[in-house]
């Protein structure tokens, strides 16, 4: 099947090439600023953590407009390495994809390219990211080729509030469905074993609302659900060159969310017999990280809350049951500082959606993104919660959270049609 | 003499008696179709009601926004129900007409060609008030909850000015397309909306600069505020 996906170009070139070992693949777009280092700190990385084996190193491009896949051509992987071992250089491949917003059509083609190679390991790396290093290939690969896992998300060291959506709903959540206790971060880059590429590109649904709207959180969770050998490698701090689209918080929020939601629909056999839940083995040592203080406006989090509370009450009333609503009611005149939204009460609101989301009871995006005020209600309610402590505080309410999330998950079956 | 009397009442009473076998089986024709009719309209009104409940059409209503605003304007039964109100009317209404046809008097041929000439834009019109009815709804819902996360204090009067101002609009097209008063509606909806935007343009040049400027202050100054925030994902 998955050789459809690619030129006739492409496929000469996989010819040629026959069969690999690895694949790493690097989905770019516009990436002239840093395409050029990721491409020879992953060369680097594959000859030095890999000498014996045969690499190859995919470009896929969107049609950038900067010149990327020029420099991607034109880099010169003339690695010490690869001077002092004789390797068979690492070929590349340029296969064009149609813009940022089709970074699945891009994955997609690398595990197409993937599966024709017949690689063992496939690693996928941002073509953005600022902070790789070379380790990250023994980090992404070896579990694969060594361990026989076959995921490998990313997970690194943020700021203590960095990936609060993460921390507040998707991550537990996840873990509460699928029993595997896996975090979803967006790291940089993570690792694939080749039957698994293989049979995600064969997949139909990439098309789906849940791959195009949250690639990383349709692959954790695919892998999950269907019972993959999933762990978690420490890549370190990671940063991505600074894009000057922004996307807004309440559309952030209707993509990952709405992506966790469509799964859910999908995978509601294999999820609705889960009742705990388990660590996954996690590689690479613990960084701790330096951080620097941000900017945090509880009081605009809670007047955004309040503002919801008033003029949202009536999409709220379609969506969440008598007693949530009850409960919500009072959190609107508590001043910001006694401000508190139960992690129970936050539990049942997000089951309260994914019931509604499910049952399709109001129009779907807007269904989520009027949940936006409520998730800016709880935030602001673990900043007050956390705001003492430091990494391990928040770490314990998360962990906390989770166990909430589990204990409450017989309440969003019961009600699961 | 009392012969031409007898005659001429036998006259009558035979040309009455001929009218009334000429009228009697158009007169069982209409109590017939109206019979008809009747459980026609019936039969429509219980195979529809199961239907919509299979695809759950009132909940369809409830995401759409249609039963809220039906809710609004006072009306309290259920949408499918109001639809299998709607379509026995319909039905009973066409075999009723048709039953008056079936009468041949002057005036009900005359009614009968009025009342299937108007049809169609009655139910042209019917089906712009139903589609005006929704994207009004939908877009006042997406417009409040955008505001909402936007934290506009406004929100909800953006949110009605556009419910309202499709509204209006739908109303202006149901009522050319049902020709009522056709060139008075567009003129004065013209006027109408003409007007309005005139209005809001004097009013922010002249009364609302200041505001202006302070609402475009406050949202750069958010912005700004936003840039300094943490990455949620």
């Not at chain 1, 690619?6 to 070992?21: C, F, N, P, Y």
Request: with cysteine; net charge neutral; hydrophobic share 50%.
């Amino acid at each position: 099947m998955t050789l459809d996906l690619l030129s006739r170009d492409v496929q000469g070139r996989l010819s040629e090439i026959g069969a690999a070992d690895i694949l790493v693949g690097v989905p770019s777009y516009d990436n002239a600023k840093t395409i050029e280092r990721v491409m020879l700190t992953v060369d680097q990385g594959l000859v030095e953590c890999f000498p014996d084996a045969r690499c190859v190193i995919a470009v896929c491009d969107g049609g950038s407009q900067d010149g990327t896949p020029a420099i991607a051509e034109r880099v010169g992987l003339k690695t010490p390495l690869r001077l002092l071992v004789p390797l068979p250089p690492s070929p590349r491949t340029v296969a064009p994809y149609q813009g940022a917003a089709s970074m699945g059509e891009a994955v997609r083609t690398l595990f197409a390219i993937g599966a024709a190679l017949q690689v063992q390991a496939c690693a996928v790396i941002d073509a953005d990211v600022l902070t790789i290093t070379p380790g990250w290939m023994d980090l992404l690969i070896r579990p694969i080729r060594d361990e026989r896992f076959e995921y490998v998300a990313p997970l690194s060291r943020r700021h203590k509030y960095d990936g609060s959506l993460s921390n507040g709903l998707i991550y537990p959540l996840t873990r509460a469905l699928y029993g595997k206790r896996a975090r979803q971060a967006p790291g940089g880059g993570y690792g694939v074993s080749g039957a698994r590429a293989a049979a995600w590109s064969a997949k139909n649904e990439w098309e789906d609302a849940a791959a195009r709207q949250g690639l990383d959180i349709w692959m954790l969770t695919s892998a999950l659900a269907e019972g993959a050998r999933v762990c978690q490698a420490y890549l370190g701090p990671v940063l991505h060159e600074p894009r000057d689209i922004k996307m807004d918080l309440s559309a952030q929020l209707t993509r990952a969310v709405g992506a966790v939601f469509a799964l859910m629909e999908h995978y509601q056999a294999e999820w609705s017999s889960v009742t705990s839940s388990v660590p996954v083995p996690v590689f690479g040592p613990l960084f701790e990280m330096e951080t620097s203080p941000v900017a945090i406006n509880v009081a605009r989090m809670v007047k955004g809350f309040k503002q919801g509370l008033r003029d949202l009450l009536p999409i709220w009333e379609v969506a969440l049951p008598y007693e949530t609503l009850s409960e919500l009611l009072p959190l609107g005149g508590l001043e910001t500082e006694e401000f508190r939204l139960p992690a129970r009460l936050w539990v049942q609101i997000v089951y309260d959606f994914a019931l509604a989301y499910h049952d399709r009871l109001l129009h779907r995006e807007h269904l989520l993104k009027a949940m936006t005020p409520l998730y800016l209600g709880w935030t602001a309610s673990f900043v007050l919660d956390t705001k003492d402590g430091g990494q391990e505080e928040v770490e314990r309410v998360v962990e906390a959270l989770c166990a909430t999330y589990e204990s409450a998950k017989p309440y969003l079956l019961e009600r699961w049609r | 003499m009392s012969e031409l009397w007898r005659e001429a009442m036998v006259e009558a009473f035979r040309d009455t008696m001929k009218r009334i076998a000429l009228f009697l089986p158009n007169l069982l024709a209409m109590i017939s179709l109206v019979a008809a009719g009747l459980v026609a309209a019936w039969l429509a009104k219980v195979l529809l009601l199961r239907i919509l409940r299979a695809v759950r059409f009132d909940s369809l209503c409830q995401r759409w926004g249609l039963a809220a605003a039906l809710g609004k304007a006072g009306v309290t039964q259920s949408p499918a129900h109001l639809v299998g109100r709607l379509a026995f009317w319909m039905i009973f209404l066409l075999f009723a007409f048709m039953g008056l046809g079936a009468l041949q008097l002057p005036a009900s041929t005359s009614l009968m060609n009025v009342i299937f000439g108007f049809l169609p834009s009655l139910l042209a019109a019917l089906f712009l008030l139903l589609f005006g009815l929704l994207l009004a709804n939908f877009f006042a819902e997406a417009a409040l909850i955008a505001a909402v996360n936007a934290q506009i204090q406004e929100a909800r009067l953006i949110a009605n000015l556009i419910r309202w101002g499709i509204m209006i609009f739908t109303t202006a097209m149901v009522l050319t397309q049902l020709g009522i008063a056709k060139e008075i509606v567009v003129a004065a909806f013209s006027i109408t909306f003409g007007g309005i935007v005139l209005a809001l343009a004097i009013a922010l040049g002249l009364g609302g600069r200041t505001i202006a400027k302070e609402a475009l202050e406050r949202r750069l100054r958010d912005t700004r505020e936003r840039e300094e925030d943490i990455s949620h994902l």
